[in-house]
């Protein structure tokens, strides 16, 4: 077994039987955030490496800040499992995923620490910064499979990532306003917001119906943008924070 890691942040290897390749020609674009969601470190890092479970990620982040690499760049991990984006259905061939040390909602969700977080941001700027992935492709997991996914979830301080280098960020529109639109709801306003999701990433349909679709996505925007509150309900802090995001794009 190597010593080396691919990064240059100090890291470890805890190797990973989970892995396949990447197809030819699939180049590293995006890079995914996960939390482990379970009651502890040691057993999540088990489950990633557990050749019965079929899951694993490239890193795995303690919280004290400590990195583990269980799977070469190179190769392709699989911790994405069902998701899209940008009309793009295997996001594992395409990208890096990083699982970093939390409960979760299930087993009792709390803030990251600092030290876990400064570990996060080193690692994740240096992985964007060797393979050229744009910041717009930094994700949640929950931006790739909002039907099925909370991680990271609204405590996951995506504005320190910012800071650092890290990530698409703006600052999140004040929550207020006269506009609402939620399931069940239909017409052009439905439309439109289905539309700037699209053009941001998110695989909804642009039908006009708001649907359960639109909801989950609605949901996953919040948690990672607007994190203030986390309801699925489009309100106009949603659709301005969701300008500004498109806004600062470049090209847009």
């Known amino acids: 077994m190597s010593i080396s890691t691919d990064t240059s942040v100090k890291a470890r290897v805890h190797p990973s039987p989970n892995h396949g390749a990447r197809p030819d020609g699939a180049t ?5 955030l996960h939390y482990t969601g379970m009651p502890s470190a040691e057993a999540a890092l088990q489950r990633l490496c557990d050749p019965s479970t079929e899951v694993s ?34 996001i594992n061939s395409r990208s890096i995923g990083i699982e970093i040390v939390n409960p979760g909602h299930e087993w009792g969700y709390r803030p990251f620490p600092e030290q876990q977080i400064a570990a996060v941001s080193d690692l994740a700027l240096d992985i964007c910064a060797r393979h050229g992935i744009a910041a717009w492709n930094v994700l949640a997991h ?22 650092a280098g890290v990530g698409h960020h703006v600052d999140p529109a004040p929550i207020g306003g006269n506009l609402f639109m939620q ?32 909801r989950h996505a609605v949901t996953a925007f919040q948690r990672h943008f607007r994190p203030e509150k986390v309801d699925g309900i489009v309100d106009q802090s949603t659709v301005e924070t969701l300008h500004r995001l498109l806004a600062a794009l470049p090209g847009f």
């Open 183 to 214: 399931e069940g709801d239909a017409g052009q306003p439905v439309e439109a917001v289905q539309s700037m999701l699209v053009l941001y990433g998110y695989g909804v349909d642009v039908s006009g119906e708001f649907d359960a679709t639109t």
């Open 57 to 90: 990620a490239h890193y795995f982040v303690h919280e004290d800040g400590q990195i583990l690499q269980c799977v070469p760049e190179s190769r392709r991990a699989w911790h994405a499992g069902k998701s899209t984006w940008k009309g793009e259905e295997d």
């Open 28 to 32: 590293i674009a995006m890079l995914i």
């Open 142 to 163: 929950s931006d790739i499979a909002p039907d099925r996914k909370e991680d990271p979830g609204e405590l996951f301080p995506w504005e320190a990532l910012a800071r």
